[in-house]
């Protein structure tokens, strides 16, 4: 068994408050349970002093109180953070706090203000600004923000950020910290912060009540002393009272209507006669249509206005109606909403007195004992003077009727409103110019509405057309030497054209293949446009099959062929190529099947049997069936299908047969 011995002081550095000795070669380690002893450095306190540690060996004895310092964390406050189930922080209650904790947001506040001199001003010579300043105690650092004016033209708000602040130089034996501090601030010290002194004039109450207990100051330190008297200010702040509305003082103009009806709207009490004519006839509009016959002055004309009477208040609103194309400026009211008085003399050039325009006046409904009109002055027929001009009222609407009929009036029955100038007014329409050959007739017709017009618009359904051009082989119908090649006529041969037709916008384009020793320059002889027939309409798909004659620009071309992607397009589109149409045909050869054979019995009966396109025309002919190169080509197509040049006879008969067994069929 291991004896003690008693704690006496170590030659070893002292650690206070949980360090380890840092010239030992281990840290302290715990002491184990049970009481055993373990042969490390145990921590040592001397009497009245540290705790440190020897390489004697000891058991030392948890602490039973609570201002025991001994260690990092104590024996005593970890059975209590045990007991609470709580973890605290490893100082004990006698221990001080930093000042980050102490202090933690204590704010000082302080009124204080600064002068400036006013240059080249007549209504004052210094400025004074005023300012609040804030000093944060746990670091010592000032924000200086400045107290906003209204409307004083001067940037405000923050003047100093948080920071701490450095005094002015001094003295090279000064004292003292380089720091403003606390005690700096006293009422009625002067704090000279970048070149600007600041009077520092008072503090609130928890400022004043935290100096006078904790740092010791005196009622005198934290006695208040008055702002300096601001003239400038006062005459400002004067201003702002009468344009900001307080009531009492006389701003010597009217207020405007909406700030009344607002001021209302808040709570603010109106007169009881304005109400209740409110709330009896919230926003019911009496509706006139009025004319106004200026003819007798020079340049005088007549003009029409709404007239609106509002029954909340008695006001008229008078608003002109424009006419299209009048010449006039469109102005947005004659008169806005006011009352109307009425005239104080007889008018010279309307025909009446004031005694006939107030007639069924009553001095009711707020007219001011007959000086303004009221809705009982109002009505079909009669007239009113608006300052000087003479209208008759001559319409009215359907609720004007019901409010003067439910007061026991019924007005006249509607006016006409035509004028002399309306009788004689001459209708203007548009005439569109004919087209002048310049661009393309869409083109130009857009040009005729506006002069930024957009372009025209593409037929969107023509969009699956897109890309399909029809191409045909031409030749010039007329029998010219200038449209021949070679001199002698006899052995001259026609110019070959080649059309093409693109689906898509319905325009042609048509060039000429190059031909050696010809002496005609081939090319283009019409670039893509829209052609119009003899009769104004334009070309059509269904106008181009072969064998037929197309006349552009003065020429007459005879469609001769066409390709194979063509004849594919028109066999396959029946309705904008009917002469395709190999089952209508079929459908026409179907009431001639005994001819067709009774004639190639008496012409082929000891040949092959096989026919050309040329004799198959033939055979047409003979049975009574006139038909066009397109419908001549279209049925060989049919028969024809490997292109060998020739085809029996046979076949032709099984396509009358097909379309009669389907007639018959059907």
């Not at 970048?194 to 207990?213: A, Q, W």
Request: hydrophobic share 30%.
């Amino acid at each position: 068994m291991v004896v003690n011995s008693p704690p006496r002081p170590s030659t070893s550095t002292s650690v206070a408050h949980g360090a380890y000795d840092v010239n030992a070669s281990q840290p302290p380690s715990p002491i184990g349970s049970g009481g055993i002893n373990n042969n490390h450095h145990r921590p040592v306190t001397a009497l009245g002093g540290p705790t440190t540690y020897s390489y004697h060996t000891y058991t030392m004895r948890p602490s039973t109180s609570s201002d025991d310092v001994s260690g990092r964390y104590s024996f005593y406050r970890q059975r209590v953070d045990r007991a609470n189930n709580h973890r605290s922080l490893p100082f004990c209650p006698s221990s001080k706090l930093p000042a980050f904790l102490e202090h933690d947001r204590r704010v000082l506040l302080f009124d204080a203000y600064y002068e400036e001199d006013v240059l080249q001003s007549p209504v004052e010579s210094n400025r004074i600004t005023k300012c609040e300043i804030y000093f944060f105690v746990e670091d010592g650092t000032i924000e200086i923000v400045q107290t906003k004016q209204e409307n004083s033209g001067i940037p405000q708000g923050v003047f100093l950020r948080r920071s701490r602040v450095e005094k002015p130089r001094q003295g090279v034996g000064s004292l003292g910290s380089r720091y403003y501090e606390i005690d700096d601030l006293k009422i009625g010290n002067q704090v000279e912060i970048y070149s600007r002194t600041f009077h520092i004039v008072s503090c609130n109450e928890s400022t004043r009540k935290y100096v006078i207990e904790a740092q010791g100051w005196h009622e005198v330190d934290v006695a208040p002393l008055p702002f300096p008297h601001d003239t400038y200010a006062e005459l400002n702040s004067l201003k702002m009272s009468r344009e900001s509305g307080v009531p009492g003082i006389d701003r010597k103009r009217k207020m405007n209507d909406l700030k009344q009806v607002m001021e209302s709207i808040l709570g603010k009490p109106t007169a009881m006669a304005d109400r209740g004519a409110f709330l009896e006839n919230g926003q019911d509009t009496l509706c006139f249509h009025a004319v106004w016959d200026d003819r007798k002055r020079l340049y005088g004309d007549v003009q029409c206005f709404s007239l609106l009477y509002y029954l909340a208040d008695g006001t008229f609103e008078i608003l002109p109606v424009h006419e299209t194309n009048g010449g006039r400026e469109q102005f947005p009211k004659l008169l806005k909403r006011c009352k109307l008085p009425k005239p104080r003399f007889q008018s010279s050039g309307g025909g009446h007195s004031r005694h006939d325009i107030s007639s069924g006046s009553g001095g009711v409904d707020g007219d001011g004992g007959g000086k303004y009109y009221t809705w009982r002055d109002l009505g079909i027929g009669k007239q009113i003077s608006i300052f000087g001009r003479t209208m008759l009222l001559a319409r009215c609407d359907n609720f004007t009727r019901q409010h003067f009929s439910a007061k026991g009036i019924e007005l006249k029955p509607d006016l006409p409103l035509k004028t002399d100038g309306e009788r004689f007014k001459v209708r203007i329409e548009r005439q569109i110019p004919p087209y002048n050959g310049f661009g393309s007739e869409e083109d130009s017709l857009r040009s005729c509405v506006g002069l930024h017009s957009p372009p025209p618009k593409k037929n969107p359904c023509t969009r699956e057309k897109s890309g399909v051009v029809l191409r045909f082989n031409a030749n010039l119908e007329e029998e010219d030497t200038d449209l021949c090649y070679g001199q002698d006529i006899n052995t001259t041969q026609r110019r070959l054209f080649v059309i093409q037709f693109f689906m898509e916008d319905d325009t042609v384009a048509i060039r000429e293949p190059p031909i050696q020793n010809s002496g005609v320059v081939g090319g283009a002889f019409l670039r893509r446009q829209a052609i119009k027939k003899a009769d104004g309409s334009k070309y059509e798909p269904r106008d181009f099959f072969c064998g037929n004659i197309i006349e552009i620009a003065g020429h007459r071309f005879v469609l001769i062929s066409s390709d194979e992607s063509s004849y594919k397009v028109m066999e396959n589109d029946h309705r904008n190529f009917p002469y395709s149409d190999v089952g209508r045909l079929q459908k026409l050869l179907a009431p001639r099947q005994g001819a067709i054979r009774n004639y190639f019995v008496a012409n082929y009966c000891n040949g092959d049997g096989k026919l050309d396109s040329k004799a198959m025309e033939e055979c047409l002919l003979s049975v009574g069936l006139r038909w066009n190169k397109q419908e001549i080509i279209t049925l060989w197509r049919s028969l024809d299908k490997r292109k060998r040049g020739k085809v029996s006879f046979t076949k032709l008969l099984k396509a009358a047969n097909v379309a009669a067994a389907l007639g018959g069929s059907k």
